[in-house]
Structure formats: C-alpha cells, structure tokens
C-alpha cells in the first residue's frame, strides 16, 4: 500500500510524511450518493475508493508567479466505484520529484480523501474531486 498525503493550499500542494489518522476521518461515500446529493457535498471533504482510469500525468513545470520553482505529480483521472465515475485532479508537491512515483496508474485502486466541487447544478451536473490524500490499495 502506497500513500500519497496532500495538503492543498491554491493551487500548489505540499507532501506531508506520515500516515492518516482515524479521528475526524470525512464520511466514506459513494460516486453515485455525492452526485445525486452534490449541493449537500459541494466543498466538503469526502472519502471514495475505486478504479482508476484515464490518468493523465502532467510533466514536472514550472509554476509562474508561485513560489513554487517546480511542480511535481499533477494529474487527472477517472475514477470508478462500480456507482458511477468522476473526474479527480492530483495537485501535486512543490519541489518533491517522489510524487510521481506515488501516483497511481490505470487500473489501481485507490482510497483518496478529497473536496468535492460542483462546477454545474443543472443537469447533467458535472463534479470534479481534488485530492487531499490517496491510499492506492494493492488488492492481491
């Protein structure tokens, strides 16, 4: 088990060594439950697991006009629980090039905490997930 710990500040994010605690863990949902429900959810943190699909790895960058002199480990990807797929952004580490490593690839599975955004109420309503930490699960 693999586990990628984010502290989102903007856009930017840190890596943080160490493990994730029990108390106050955010409320264990389905895909399914956060979009038929996604006014209740919009900002709140939640935790998902499924399969990953569709990664798409962004390359180590510079960020302009951040303090950060180069970002490591962003990425998008679908993920699926068997209730339905949504799209997740991986901010990535400032300066941390062993956050490539922890990304997971097509096909994980993984456990991710993450603040959920509502970017249209109407319908289809469209989500997106920003990752705040990612266990990927070794399932063998």
Known sequence: MRTL?????????????????????????????????????ESHVVTLQGVVSEL??????RARGMKCPLLYGQATFLLDDGTGSLPVGVVGACLRPQAMAALPHDEDTVRIRAIIHVLNRDLPVHLFAIVTAMTIIDLQ
């Open 56 to 61: 798409e790895v962004v390359p180590p960058f």
């Open 5 to 41: 710990l984010i502290a989102a500040s903007g856009l930017l994010a840190v890596v943080v060594c160490g493990t994730t605690g029990h108390a106050g863990e955010p409320e264990h949902v389905s895909i399914h439950t956060v979009f038929t429900q996604a006014s209740s959810y």
